[in-house]
C-alpha cells in the first residue's frame, strides 16, 4: 500500500513556527515529485509548495514565499514543511501529496486544480493561526 502520514499541525500564535512532517510507506518519496496543499473552509484547495524528485525545481505560492521551505529526510522517507512567520490567514487544513506516477510537469501540480493529479495523499493536519 502507498500511503502517506502527516503529524505536526496545531494551534500557534501569529508570528510562530510549525514543521508539519508527511512520513512514506511502500515507496520512496525522493522519487517522486512531492506537494503541500492547504483547503480552508469555503475555500478550493491550492497549492503551497510544490518541489521535483530531483529537487532542482521548487514552486512557491505567493503568499507564503520567503516564510516555507520544503526539506527532504531521505533516511526516514519523509518530506517536511517548515512555516515560518505564521499568519492567521495561514489557518488551514494541510496535506502532502505524492506524485507516484510522476508524468506531471512539476509546475503543474502546484497550479491550480494541480491537486487532480496527485495520486497519493496524506489524511490532513489542522494549522490553526491565532491568538
Known amino acids: 500500500q502507498l500511503q502517506l502520514v502527516e503529524s505536526g499541525g496545531g494551534l500557534v500564535q501569529p508570528g510562530g513556527s510549525l514543521r508539519l512532517s508527511c512520513a512514506a510507506s511502500?515507496?520512496?518519496?525522493?522519487?517522486?515529485?512531492i506537494g503541500w496543499f492547504r483547503q480552508a473552509p469555503g475555500k478550493e484547495r491550492e497549492g503551497v509548495l510544490c518541489i521535483s524528485s530531483s529537487g532542482g525545481s521548487t514552486h512557491y505560492a505567493d503568499s507564503v514565499k520567503g516564510r516555507f521551505t520544503i526539506s527532504r529526510d531521505n533516511t526516514k522517507n519523509t518530506v517536511y514543511l517548515q512555516m515560518n512567520n505564521l499568519k492567521p490567514e495561514d489557518t488551514a487544513v494541510y496535506y502532502c501529496a505524492a506524485d507516484v506516477v510522476d508524468t506531471i510537469p512539476v509546475q503543474a501540480l502546484c497550479a491550480p486544480h494541480g491537486y487532480r493529479y496527485l495520486e497519493v495523499w496524506g489524511q490532513g493536519t489542522l494549522v490553526t493561526v491565532s491568538l
Open positions: 511502500g515507496f520512496t518519496l525522493d522519487d517522486y515529485a
